[in-house]
């Protein structure tokens, strides 16, 4: 017997090295070329997304629909802003999807993004967006991604 084949054979076939085969010969991991992306391995979460496209702003505030967080483990909104001029957005967090209160406000600039992510937990979440600049309206694409972990 070969010194390959006693090191694969010996225990039992349950306790087998890894790389060994039933017959007791070494497998050799076959290597991916580095330009293929490996698959990903079992599904392990849930992705979901809601868009708002073309928000126009106005000089009061405007509230966009809620979203209810209590089956999410990371959610976070996404606020691009198109326009020429730059935008006040609130994050706001409510228990009953009427009462909110301001987690975060912030301004996001012309031509740039920005990411906003909840300091506080409470049911429902939702973005509240008005001008930077009295009078001067700008466009926001809204991105509001959740993943729920399994």
């Known amino acids: 017997m070969s010194e390959r084949r006693k090191q694969c054979s010996k225990g039992k076939e349950e306790s087998l090295p890894p790389r060994c085969g039933r017959n007791g010969s070494t497998k050799k991991r076959k290597r991916q070329p580095s330009c293929i992306k490996p698959q990903p391995a079992a599904h392990k979460g849930v992705f979901s997304e809601r868009k708002f496209l073309n928000i126009v702003t106005t000089d009061e505030f405007i509230a966009l629909p809620s979203q209810d967080a209590s089956t999410k483990s990371v959610y976070s909104y996404a606020i691009v802003n198109d326009g020429e001029e730059p935008a006040v957005v609130k994050l706001e967090i409510g228990p009953n999807g009427i009462d909110y209160a301001t987690d975060m406000e912030g301004v996001v600039e012309n031509e740039s993004m920005g990411i906003v992510v909840p300091s506080r937990f ?27 972990m399994k």
Not at 134 to 143: A, D, E, F, Q
Request: with cysteine; hydrophobic share 35%.
């Open 122 to 148: 409470l049911r429902y979440t939702r973005v509240a967006v008005k001008s930077g600049r009295p009078g001067k309206p700008t466009v926001l694409c809204i991105y509001f991604q959740a993943q729920n």
